[in-house]
C-alpha cells in the first residue's frame, strides 16, 4: 500500500518486464485538488488512506467499512449522503477524498438495444464499454486497456496506437457507470449501524430485479497485459457487500498470454474464454500474432492446466468466422481433434466477423457458419452462432475503437509492421 501512496511520483509508471510494455498509472493517482479519488479501492487500501490522512487504526478499519458499503454496494457519490457518518466526518471525508467516475463523452443506443459509452479519463484518454440486454441476462462489456498492443489484424481496437492501461478505479468505474445509467443502485436505507441521526429515506431496502447481471472483460485492450489491476478491479467487483457479482457471472478473455493464465484461475478465479480464431500455426500468425510466441498446442495445454475447469464450468473458444480465412470444414474438423486431444472441458462461440473500415476481411456466409457450427457439433462440443450485437453503433465484438482515434490506411499499415517486428 505504501508504494501506490507516493504521491510525489510520476503518475505513470513503466511497468518491469517484458509482458506489460505498457504504462500503467499508479492505483491512487494523486489530483491536482490533491483529494484521493476513492473509486477502485479495496476495503483494505480504504482503511490505509484514511490512517494516512490521520485516522487512528480502529476508526479507519469502522470508516473504511462503511464506505465500502456506500461506494460498492449503493453507488453512492456524495459524502453527504452517506447518513450512518457524523456530519463533520461526512465534512473532513469531502475536504480529502472523492468517489469518481469516468467521464461520459458519448452514449449510443443501437436498433437492438445495445448501449455504448466513450469514456474519457483525467488525463484525456478514451476507451469504451458496452451494454448488452438480453431476455434472461444483462452483460456489461469491459475494457482493461486503452488499446490494446496485440494488433489482431481482424480486430478494429489493435489499430489503436496509443495505449495504457486502465487503473482498477477506472475498470470498476466502468461497473459503477453502466449501474448508474441502469439505475438500479438499492433504494432505500441500509442496514448497517448508525452512529449518527436516524436516517430519513424508506425503510424499504431493495437490491434486486437488476438489469446487469454478467460481465465480460471482452472490451479494449488484453486483460492478462493488465493483470493486477484487473484482478484488483475484479476482486471490488466480487466482494459480497459491494457489487457482489458472482466469479461465475463473469468471464475474462485473453488472445493466449500463456504465462499469467494460471495466476487468472488461482487469483481471480473467474470463467475463462480464448481467443483461438485458427487452428494452423500459419492461419492463427496471421490472426493473432501473439501465436508467434505462444502457439496453439501450448496454449491448448494451459488451458488444460486452468485451475477450476471443468465439466460444469468449460472454457469458451472464441472462434471469430472470417470468409476463406479460417471457416472450412477440415478447420472444424481440426478444432474439434485439438479440443479432444487436449480433454478440454471445452465450449465454442463462434462469431460472425464483424466488419470496420478499413478491414480486408470479410464475414463467412451464414451456410459455411452453420455447417462448421454443425461439424464441430457433431464432434461432440457445442458451438453456437453467436448474433453480432449493436452493430450499427460500432459496438460488436473487435469494433471498439475510441471514436477521436482516426487514422489513414498507410498509418495503420506502418503501425501493424511496428507490433509485428516488436514480437519477433
Ligand atoms: N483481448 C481479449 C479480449 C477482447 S476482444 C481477446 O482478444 O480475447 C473480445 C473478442 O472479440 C475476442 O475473442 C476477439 O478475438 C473478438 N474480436 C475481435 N475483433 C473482432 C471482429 N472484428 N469480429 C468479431 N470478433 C472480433
Ligand atoms: Fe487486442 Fe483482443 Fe483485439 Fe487482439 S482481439 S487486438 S488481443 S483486443
Redesign the pocket.
Known amino acids: 500500500m505504501g508504494a501506490i501512496m507516493q504521491t510525489s511520483a510520476s503518475p505513470l509508471m513503466p511497468i518491469p518486464g517484458a509482458i506489460d510494455p505498457v504504462p500503467v498509472r499508479r492505483a491512487v493517482t494523486p489530483r491536482e485538488d490533491g483529494r484521493v479519488d476513492l473509486m477502485g479501492l479495496s476495503r483494505m487500501q480504504i482503511k490505509s488512506v484514511f490512517e494516512e490522512a490521520g485516522l487512528d487504526a480502529k476508526a479507519a478499519k469502522l470508516r473504511s467499512k462503511q464506505i465500502f458499503h456506500w461506494l460498492y454496494h449503493r453507488g453512492e457519490t456524495d459524502f453527504d449522503a452517506m447518513t450512518d457518518l457524523a456530519k463533520p466526518m461526512r465534512g473532513w471525508m469531502a475536504e480529502r477524498f472523492v468517489v469518481g467516475r469516468p467521464q461520459v463523452v458519448e452514449a449510443q443506443v443501437s436498433s437492438d438495444g445495445t448501449r455504448k459509452w466513450l469514456l474519457r479519463s483525467d488525463d484525456g484518454q478514451d476507451y469504451e464499454m458496452v451494454f448488452i440486454p438480453d431476455a434472461d441476462r444483462g452483460t456489461l462489456c469491459v475494457s482493461s486497456q486503452v488499446g490494446?498492443t496485440?494488433n489482431?489484424s481482424?480486430?478494429?481496437?489493435g489499430t489503436m496506437r496509443l495505449v495504457r492501461n486502465l487503473t482498477p478505479g477506472e475498470i470498476v468505474g466502468q461497473v459503477m457507470l453502466a449501474r448508474d445509467a441502469l439505475g438500479e443502485w438499492p433504494k432505500g436505507s441500509m442496514a448497517s449501524a448508525n452512529d449518527d441521526e436516524e436516517s430519513d429515506e424508506a425503510s424499504h431496502y431493495t437490491s434486486d430485479g437488476r438489469m446487469l447481471t454478467n460481465i465480460v472483460?471482452?472490451?479494449?485492450?488484453?486483460?492478462l497485459y493488465n493483470f493486477d489491476h484487473v484482478r484488483d478491479a475484479l476482486k471490488v467487483v466480487m466482494d459480497g457487500d459491494g457489487l457482489a457479482l458472482s466469479k461465475r457471472r463473469i468471464t475474462l478473455?485473453?488472445?493466449g498470454v500463456i504465462p499469467m493464465m494460471a495466476r487468472a484461475g488461482e487469483e481471480i478465479g473467474v470463467n475463462l474464454?480464448?481467443?483461438l480464431?485458427g487452428v494452423t500455426k500459419d492461419v492463427r500468425d496471421e490472426l493473432?500474432p501473439l501465436n508467434r510466441k505462444f502457439g496453439i498446442e501450448e496454449l491448448l495445454a494451459a488451458c488444460a492446466a486452468y485451475p477450476g475447469a471443468n465439466n460444469a464450468r468449460r472454457i469458451t473458444f472464441?472462434y471469430?468466422m472470417i470468409k476463406d480465412k479460417n471457416d472450412s470444414d477440415a478447420d472444424a474438423r481440426e478444432l474439434v481433434r485439438l479440443l479432444r486431444h487436449y480433454k478440454l472441458p471445452a465450449k465454442v462461440n463462434l462469431?460472425?466477423?464483424?466488419?470496420?473500415p478499413g478491414?480486408d476481411y470479410e464475414c463467412s456466409t451464414p451456410e459455411r457458419i452453420r455447417r462448421f457450427s454443425d461439424i464441430v457439433f457433431e464432434g461432440g462440443i457445442s458451438a453456437p452462432v453467436r448474433t453480432p450485437r449493436g452493430r450499427d453503433i460500432m459496438a460488436?465484438?473487435?469494433?471498439l475503437k475510441s471514436a477521436s482515434e482516426k487514422k489513414s490506411k498507410a498509418e495503420m499499415r506502418r503501425l501493424a509492421e511496428e507490433k509485428q517486428a516488436a514480437l519477433g
Do not use: D, K, R, Y
Open positions: 490494446c496485440l489482431c481482424f480486430c478494429h481496437t472483460m471482452m472490451g479494449m485492450g488484453e486483460p478473455s485473453t488472445s474464454a480464448v481467443s480464431h493473432v472464441e471469430v462469431i460472425p466477423f464483424n466488419p470496420w478491414t460488436a465484438c473487435g469494433q
